[in-house]
């Protein structure tokens, strides 16, 4: 059986299954969501003004990939990762659905590889 951890900020992730049923997967809690390292470098100054780049270091807390598992994470981490097993809440307009600006539910992941 194919295993889903969820490595993302929010404790749960609710997906919206084809069927209509609503499958929740929970971050345990000794488990840290996975986390881009990074720093910035100045890279001009324009009129005074500092303008900085953003130089990712590398990526906390995600394991290597596991036969069977895919792991849940942030949009940067899923898209700094580049791996097959490494996926993220879809949250392209018709895929989510917010109320008050919060997400309640996806109805599917990403794949960004």
Excluded: F
Excluded at 10 to 32: A, T, Y
Excluded at 67 to 94: F, H
Aim: with cysteine.
């Amino acid at each position: 059986m194919i295993q889903l951890v969820n490595l993302t900020d929010d404790v749960v992730i609710n997906i919206l299954m084809k069927s209509g049923e609503i499958r929740s997967i929970v971050r345990p809690k000794d488990v840290n969501p996975a986390r881009i390292m990074s720093h910035q470098q100045v890279v001009r100054i324009i009129n005074g003004i500092e303008v900085k780049k953003t130089v990712i270091d590398g990526i906390n807390d995600l394991p290597p990939a596991q036969p069977g598992v895919y792991y849940i994470t942030s949009y940067l981490v899923a898209i700094y990762a580049q791996r097959n097993d490494v996926l993220c809440p879809n949250s392209y307009p018709k895929e989510i659905y917010r109320q008050d600006g919060e997400v309640l539910l996806v109805k599917s992941l990403q794949s960004l590889v």
